[in-house]
């Protein structure tokens, strides 16, 4: 079993800043690339950020410049920055995950459960 579970979502202000983190455990052999999608009420998910496991990074247009990913290769960990946020990064964030169980199986995408962000004065 795999699971990936996202951390440090939460209510503030426009402008402020959220750090969000994504831990997978389990039966795990080699993580490739990992990212972070959200999905805000009424929208289909979207792209936010994804990084390789070279750390080749890529951002959607409208995050550039306010979030960086990054990530733990020891701690099979991806973590999102997230810096002069606006209303409209307001979203469930989720965590998603390129992951080989087996050195003989193939690689599978994985979700977290989503991490509410809310950007409200």
């Known amino acids: 079993q795999v699971q990936l579970v996202e951390s440090g979502g939460g209510l503030v202000q426009p402008g402020g800043s959220l750090r969000l983190s994504c831990a997978a455990s389990g039966r795990i052999y080699s993580i490739s690339a990992m990212g972070w999608y959200r999905q805000a009420p009424g929208k289909q998910r979207e792209l936010v950020s994804t990084?390789?496991?070279?750390?080749?990074?890529n951002y959607a247009d409208s995050v550039k410049g306010r979030f960086t990913i990054s990530r733990d290769i020891a701690k099979r960990t991806v973590y999102l920055q997230m810096n002069n946020l606006k209303p409209e990064d307001t979203a469930v964030y989720y965590c998603n995950a390129n992951i080989r169980t087996s050195w003989w199986g193939n690689e599978s995408g994985y979700w977290g459960q989503g991490t509410q962000v809310t950007v409200s004065s």
């Open positions: 990084i390789t496991i070279d750390s080749s990074t």
